[in-house]
């Protein structure tokens, strides 16, 4: 789908008003300053309750421990980087952002299946024990797990924004819960609804999906495209044939076999990903449906075309994830002092 000259400078400005600072996303909306009457008391939300120096005098040191062991990790392992993100994402797309991923336990969203693939547990474990080490009982998981997602975009070439502090940790992780998280195989409207349902829009929905510019995805999640399609015996013909068949068909010889979801700059943190949609090079059927769908289409096209805007949106869009559901009074949650474990009752 190509878009006249016209219409992408509509989606830009469009964009542009999606476009607020990261450190004012928790001022008053455009709408509620422009109303006229009177505002109403508002009752206080609980990111509202999030703050930027939330450990400044409890452990001032705590963003620097976050960075420099995110750093050492990812220097072992590049991979890491993409890990941490979708850890991240899983994490706050399920009761929000409150570290019931990292709960280890017979029942917990860990032992999913949408959740079997996920990494990086050992480097939010290793950052919590230094913390504990540091300042004790202080810093929650939540909070880690947070930074090092935004740590690791950094490391990755990707663009820096601030991360309010002061989220407690969920007591509460239960496996069938983790899999409705989208899979690769939902329809557009499925995404929409889904990340609507949790406060997020249609632009970050088509941001957030711009991380994968880096990171790899099983081969289970795809398959359906490669040989019989929606049950037609052929592949889906929304797939570039040669990435098709010299590349995909080859590598994908058990479900769990992983394949870098940027064909051609998979380890750097760029705005590939929605070039790579323009030449049917999208791996997983969301992906490419993003491109095809008159909703999202646009946004694509925008994105590809202005590679800071993706990055200045990437930064206010993850400030979104990091906020969704998030448990910021006493009794809401704890801080834990495993990551892997509610604290034991007293």
């Known amino acids: 789908m190509k878009l006249c000259s016209s219409t992408l400078s509509v989606v830009l400005v469009l964009l542009e008003l999606f476009m607020i600072n990261v450190v004012s996303s928790t001022k008053l909306p455009i709408t509620a300053a422009l109303n006229v009457k009177k505002p109403r008391a508002k009752s206080v939300r609980a990111e509202d309750l999030l703050s930027f120096d939330h450990y400044v005098k409890t452990c001032p040191q705590a963003e620097g421990i976050i960075q420099q062991k995110v750093g050492d990790w990812i220097q072992k392992d590049f991979t890491l980087a993409a890990s941490i993100i979708r850890l991240h994402f899983h994490d706050c797309i399920v009761r929000g952002c409150d570290a019931s991923i990292l709960l280890n336990h017979q029942a917990s969203e860990r032992r999913a299946f949408a959740s079997r693939t996920l990494r990086g547990f050992e480097v939010i474990d290793d950052i919590k024990a230094e913390l504990e080490r540091q300042c004790p009982k202080t810093v929650s998981c939540a909070d880690i797990l947070t930074a090092a997602t935004r740590d690791a975009t950094i490391i990755a070439g990707g663009p820096f924004w601030e991360v309010p502090f ?99 700059t998979p380890k750097t943190f760029d705005p590939m990903y929605y070039s790579n949609l323009n030449k049917k090079l999208g791996l997983l059927s969301t992906d490419q449906l993003l491109k095809s769908d008159k909703r999202t289409g646009p946004f694509v096209a925008a994105l590809a075309s202005q590679p800071s805007l993706f990055e200045s949106q990437f930064s206010v869009s993850m400030v979104k994830l990091g906020n969704v559901q998030v448990l910021t009074r006493p009794n809401e949650g704890e801080i834990r002092v495993n990551c892997n474990f509610v604290n034991a009752k007293k």
Do not use: W
């Open 166 to 264: 002061g989220r407690k940790d969920g007591k509460i992780s239960i496996l069938k819960e983790a899999d409705i998280v989208p899979q690769g195989q939902e329809n557009i409207t499925q995404l929409i609804n889904f990340f609507q349902s949790r406060g997020l829009n249609m632009l970050d929905l088509v941001t957030l999906s711009g991380a994968h510019t880096m990171g790899r995805s099983s081969c289970y999640a795809f398959k359906h495209r490669l040989s019989n399609f929606n049950g037609t015996r052929k592949p889906d013909p929304s797939l570039n044939s040669m990435y098709l068949n010299n590349f995909l068909k080859k590598k994908c010889k058990n479900d769990l076999d992983l394949v870098y979801l940027d064909a051609i």
